[in-house]
């Protein structure tokens, strides 16, 4: 009985239903946040001491980078929890956080690379915490590809959740890559533990711009997911339904 | 929980487990070889091979910036805190490089006991203040003593 | 809290970092728009998708009905 809720969770069908409300709020929410903190960040936070106004940069290099490796563990969770309870939503969400990923990935690369250029000297470096990063979004966009390599979906399922698994390994690796190696990046500027080495009129801003992220990421994710199940499920009657054709409820429900 | 998920929990995390203790050999291994960095120290005890592509890194020695008058050379010593390593570089530097600040230069160990840089990078810190703080904060060095490297 | 730069021109050119920081903030808008703009573009798709085959299926039935009626003795 106490694992009823988790199978309920499982329905596509309750999901899509569950999530409509929540959509225009999580809208909401990551536009005013992102607005504003970029607002803020751009003009109104002090100039860095030593970089300038180059470390703007940092409002969107930093979301981007917490999301794109948060954004890894969503996807290989729901890997692993399709593997296990063979949730056929478990792997929609799987699918829908690749390319989510990838893009942040993306983003948290560009970013570093143009801020690279006025605090560092060069665009790029093959240094450990860049290069880990790069495998982050080779891992993101070889799961994309697996998703579209096989006619069967549930091959390419099993396929992508697997990759996803066996490419977590890279994420403590990311991580510490900063101590480990001698990297031209510095380290993690926000911690958790002790006193971040930020100065709090420009920690708030990145503070509201890291929530703003987790918002939109929330709010994308869900989105991909929700066009996801009615591709996934377009035969059946409650989809048809949805889509508002006369003659579609009339049509058997597959 | 059902036999068979369990069963098929325990495969994904062996799974998991086996992938991360590979890479983790993997990686321990290269360690050495993927270090081709070099401390200012390393060069006095002459560990750096001559003529070979290497990287260096330190902080910049106050007042030992030296621009030719005639040319783009720039001579400078990097210092870890043991030691200094002399480096000569003849194109333009990067805005951030500055006594006192870390640097890091990728070239060769010249058989005079120098390094000339293909390239320097300049290295900065994980903090970020506004200019007045910074000012108040008594002109502190961000490295002076090499720790930071 | 204060507005940092003393002019528009100011707030752009950003003491010479501006062609790097505005050129890191617009990537990273079109890029999340684009992906934000996405599954519009996959439902109306696919809505598309839906009307054709309901089309096919009605003309499918018409001719069937058409057909039964064409079998029935007059």
């Known amino acids: 009985m106490a694992w009823q809720w988790f199978h309920r969770l499982g329905s596509p069908r309750w999901f899509y239903q569950k999530t409509s409300a929540w959509m225009p709020w999580l809208a909401l929410a990551s536009l005013l946040l992102i607005g504003a903190g970029s607002i803020w960040g751009l003009g109104f936070a002090p100039e860095d001491a030593k970089q300038g106004n180059s470390y703007r940069i940092i409002y969107i290099h930093v979301p981007a980078a917490f999301l794109a490796l948060a954004g890894y563990y969503i996807m290989a969770i729901s890997g692993a929890i399709g593997l296990i309870w063979k949730m056929k939503l478990s792997f929609v969400v799987m699918r829908a956080a690749a390319p989510i990923g990838a893009v942040l990935t993306f983003i948290a690369l560009f ?35 697996l998703s579209r390599a096989f006619s069967r979906e549930q091959v390419a399922d099993k396929a992508c959740a697997l990759l996803a698994l066996v490419g977590t390994v890279n994420i403590p690796i990311i991580y510490k890559s900063v101590d480990w190696w001698f990297t031209l990046h510095q380290p993690a500027t926000i911690k958790f533990t002790e006193k971040s080495s930020i100065d709090p009129s420009m920690f708030y801003p990145l503070l509201t711009m890291v929530i703003g992220f987790y918002c939109l990421y929330a709010w994308t994710l869900i989105a991909h997911t929700r066009e996801k199940i009615l591709q996934r499920e377009w035969r059946t009657s409650w989809v048809q339904q949805l889509m508002g054709g006369e003659s579609a409820t009339e049509s058997k429900a597959g | 929980m059902h036999p068979v998920r369990r069963q098929r929990l325990i495969l994904v995390l062996l799974l998991v487990a086996l992938s991360s203790a590979a890479v983790a050999l993997v990686t321990y291994a290269m360690r050495n070889n993927m270090n081709y960095f070099y401390a200012p120290a390393a060069f006095a005890a002459g560990e750096v091979p001559m003529e070979k592509n290497i990287r260096a890194g330190g902080c910049v020695v106050p007042g030992s910036v030296v621009r030719a008058d005639d040319s783009l050379d720039v001579r400078f010593a990097l210092t870890d805190g043991r030691a200094e390593l002399e480096v000569v570089f003849d194109k333009i530097l990067p805005d951030l490089f500055a006594e006192g600040e870390a640097a890091v230069v990728t070239g060769r160990l010249m058989p005079d006991g120098y390094v000339r840089a293909d390239q320097v990078l300049a290295k900065h810190d994980e903090n970020y203040t506004p200019p007045e703080v910074a000012e108040s904060m008594a002109a502190e060095a961000s490295c002076a003593d090499g720790a930071k490297i | 809290m204060q507005f940092q730069f003393d002019s528009l021109a ?31 573009l996959q439902r109306r798709r696919l809505k598309r998708e839906l009307e054709r085959q309901q089309r096919i299926e009605a003309r499918r039935r018409s001719v069937e009905t058409r057909r039964t009626r064409e079998a029935e003795p007059a």
Do not use: C, E, N
Not at chain 1, 117 to 144: E, N
Not at chain 3, 20 to 33: E, H, I, P, R, S
């Open chain 3, 10 to 40: 100011a707030f752009l050119h950003m003491d010479g970092h501006g062609t790097f920081v505005w050129a890191a903030y617009g990537v990273t808008f079109l890029t999340l728009t684009a992906l934000a703009l996405q599954p519009r």
């Open chain 1, 111 to 145: 970013t570093g690379a143009v801020w690279g250029k006025p605090t560092w000297g060069t665009y790029w470096v093959w240094d450990a915490r860049i290069t880990s990063m790069l495998i982050l979004l080779f891992l993101y966009i070889g799961v994309i590809a």
